[in-house]
Structures are given as C-alpha cells and as structure tokens.
C-alpha cells in the first residue's frame, strides 16, 4: 500500500546529492523548494551550477556531498555508482547514523552488495527507486518504491515527500524495491515494443499510427503509460529522450539477470531485449525508447512498400 505524501518542509535537512542528470536535476530541485540544506556533485559542473544559483552549495568530491544526514545518489547503472560512490570512498565519507537513499535502477547483486557495504560501514542504506520521467522529477510527482529498514526509512520520508507524491514501501531488504522497479521498467518496455509492433502493422495496411493509436489509448489501453508513449510514436518524437534506448537495454537485461537468479523464464524480455539491440546497432543508442516503433518499421521495411 502506497503512503501519501507528507507536507513539504515538515523536517528540514542537511542532503548531499549526486548525480544530477536528466532525473536527478529536477529532484534535486524539489529538496531546495521544499527547504533543505543541499549539497551536491555531478560529474559535469553545469547542472550543479545551475542548482547553485538556486540555493544549492557545489561539493568538490563525492565524499564531500557524502557528509551531510542523508545522502541521495542518482545516477545511470551498476558501474557508475561503484565508480562514484565507492571507488571514491564517498560511503565510507559517511558519519555514523547517516543514511543514504539509492534512487537509480540497478541490479540486485549490486544492491545487495551495496546493503551489505552500509552495514558494515555502520551507516543506514534505504533502495527507493523511482517511476516516472524527467518532466514528472522536475513536478515533485515521482512514485518512489523504498524498502530498507523502517526506522530509517521513516527518518528520510521528509526527503522522499519532497520528491515524490507517493511511497511505496516494499520491505526490509532493499532489494526488493529495486526488483519492483526493474519489473516495473519491463512492463513499460513491453508495452512500447506492443505498439510499436502492431501500429507498424497497421501502417502496411494504410492506417496512419495516429489514428490506430488515438483509438486504443482512449478505449483498451487508456492509461498514462500507452498515452504518453503512444504520443510519442504517432508523433515519431524520439528526441529529446527522456530515457534512452541505452538505459531500456540495461534494464531489460537486469529483468533477465533477476529472472536467471530465480529460475523464473521472461520471453518476451528476450525479445524486447533484441529489439533495443537493434536500435543500439542502428546508431540510435541515444533516443527515446519510444523509438523501438522505427525499429519495427525497420525491420518490416516499411519505407521500401
């Protein structure tokens, strides 16, 4: 069961934020709005200046951003994070009774290893990854799915309220909210292939993608996912993206590794995956994942009827 969001600026706090890319800019944004003391670090100086400008002070280090009560990590995949967060010994930066909010999509061996590193460490970890895309960050209306201990998961909700309009928690082992997200990325993943697949059959048969994905996003698929990504696709607007072929094909790989572990079979996981391949092949690495519907059309040859 989801928990509602609590008032902005209920408990203000002393955040160290890192990674301020596409998502992370936007929720980073939402912590000063809401009245907390924030510290962050990015790779590239731009988007930490920016948020400067609003209140924000610029760490030289990941370690730096790491000595405050709660620190916030948001960035691409299992191997930047390690590089950021534990090559430069940003954890082990951490004081004691300090926790950190993993927020990106990662894998569960690197989120267990990351629970198990904390322990030792003597420092809380909360896993609360995110649904939604960089405009809904930017609004403060994520749906944040935490798990992780609850004493220290109720002491970070005034961060995770400014964030976010609804937490969902999942449990102790933080794990677990990183599965729910992986699955939950799948699910989308399908989705967008489902579309892509049957507007480029429609289109064989003459029928403009706007039309055939007018009538199923307003009737059999109304909901905000079809709509939005159909959107996308009747309008073939893949860029700007605001989450990439590149990322759809890490995480639908993650959804295959978790699915490995368990002995549980993805087929259509499989697919997808090859799928995103093939735009990663094609050069178009960098677009929405919306995009799969040029893939679909690639294949099926449509520019050559």
Avoid at 72 to 93: F, G, N, R, T
Avoid at 99 to 128: C, D, K, P, Q
Avoid at 196 to 218: K, W
Wanted: net charge negative; hydrophobic share 45%; proline share 4%.
């Amino acid at each position: 069961m989801s928990q509602g969001k609590q008032s902005k600026g209920a408990l203000n706090m002393k955040v160290g934020f890192i990674g301020l890319g596409a998502m992370g800019r936007g929720m980073a944004q939402q912590l000063l709005e809401a009245g907390h003391e924030v510290t962050v670090w990015n790779r590239s100086p731009e988007a930490a200046e920016a948020l400067a400008e609003q209140g924000a002070k610029i760490a030289k280090t990941p370690a730096d951003a790491a000595r405050c009560e709660v620190l916030v990590s948001m960035l691409a995949d299992d191997q930047a994070a390690h590089q950021v967060l534990v090559e430069s010994k940003a954890i082990e930066a951490m004081k004691k009774g300090s926790v950190h909010i993993n927020m990106a999509t990662v894998s569960v061996a690197f989120a267990r290893g990351m629970a198990a590193l904390h322990e030792r460490l003597g420092v809380g970890y909360v896993a609360a990854p995110v649904l939604g895309r960089p405009d809904v960050a930017a609004a403060g209306k994520l749906n944040i799915i935490a798990a992780g201990d609850p004493a220290q998961l109720e002491r970070v909700r005034p961060v995770l309220d400014a964030m976010g309009q609804a937490v969902w928690p999942l449990g102790e082992s933080p794990e677990r909210a990183n599965v729910a997200k992986i699955a939950a990325n799948f699910m989308l993943a399908s989705a967008i292939e489902s579309m892509a697949e049957a507007s480029t059959l429609t289109r064989a048969y003459g029928i403009e993608a706007s039309d055939f994905l007018d009538i199923v996003t307003n009737t059999l698929f109304a909901s905000p996912a079809y709509q939005g990504y159909g959107k996308m696709i009747a309008e073939a607007r893949f860029e700007p993206a605001g989450f990439t072929m590149r990322l759809g094909h890490k995480d639908v790989g993650l959804a295959l590794s978790a699915g490995d572990e368990q002995s549980v079979a993805l087929p259509l996981g499989s697919a997808v995956r090859d799928r995103l391949l093939d735009a990663l092949a094609n050069g178009d690495g960098d677009k929405d994942w919306s995009g799969l519907a040029e893939v679909a059309a690639r294949q099926a040859h449509l520019d050559k009827r």
